[in-house]
């Protein structure tokens, strides 16, 4: 497997869960599928249609999304919008994400001058 390959999976799989509490903590304001895609799109999410479809219905059979259709307009549209329990996950997911980013980040950086390990004396 190329490196370019092994890169395109880790970051797919890196991609998918922040897919999950992008989309929850943006439809705490209703929103539908395409707008959702344009916002994601603009905050620099890459995701398509056939992958934020499913989610969305799976959110929905979670309870973490409600929805329901407007058809006030000539296309009728399905608007989703987090549920308190949707709200509550968003906000355990985006705390694990901030801890996450400042483990990772401390491990970056590099390790203080200290004493040797023995070899030294």
Do not use: C
Request: aromatic share 6%.
């Amino acid at each position: 497997m190329t490196m370019d390959a092994t890169l395109s999976g880790h970051l797919q799989e890196l991609r998918r869960g922040t897919v999950v509490v992008a989309s929850l903590t943006v439809l705490r304001t209703p929103g539908y599928g395409y707008s959702l895609l344009e916002m994601l799109s603009e905050a620099g999410f890459e995701v398509e249609a056939n992958t934020l479809y499913p989610l969305l219905r799976r959110l929905e059979s979670q309870g973490l999304l409600t929805s329901s259709w407007n058809t006030d307009e000539a296309r009728p549209r399905k608007f989703y919008r987090t549920t308190e329990q949707g709200d509550a996950i968003a906000a355990a997911l985006r705390g694990e994400w901030s801890r996450l980013n400042t483990a990772v980040t401390d491990l970056d950086e590099p390790a203080p001058a200290g004493p040797t390990t023995g070899s030294e004396k």
